[in-house]
């Protein structure tokens, strides 16, 4: 049985976190939630504006899994904060990604299609692996960080949180990366 999903965004990443759900087939999509557009708003195909990005009009249902698809770090660790004190957080990871099974992967985590995560890394809550980056083995990616499309991280590097790569960034292996 599905579990019931809220998208809390409704621009471009939120589509493509869309379709990463979809492909997942774990999560039923109720709609999204974002403030610049009214609500019944169509945003993708059949999918609307539910509530603003606050969640002001919901009520509390643990039962419904939200994910935030933003790529403002700091906006999205506001909203994901916010969004637990009514909702589950979900894990979103695209089908043609790979996650090594010793790999640990937080809450509200976006893994994107031809991501890799090896053995015995962490990926912290509310962060996203985008696109096409390789997080080598036994990596620490701390919370509400954004690996833009292509990033390369090296093996036992860790990445404090609030961090947000440059697209196709190379971190070398054993690195410390401290948000600027």
Known sequence: MQKDLIIIGAGAHARVVLEAALLQGVYNIKGFCADDLPVGSIVFENYTILDNAMLANLNIDTSIFFIVAIG??????????NALKKFSPAIIIHPKSSVSISATIGDGAIILSNACINSASRIGKNTIVNIGVLVD?????GANVHLEVGTIVGCRTEIENNYVSEQGQLIKPFSKV???
């Open 137 to 141: 083995h036994d990596c620490i990616i």
């Open 72 to 81: 403002n770090i700091g906006a999205k660790e506001l909203f994901f904060e």
């Open 178 to 180: 401290f948000r600027e």
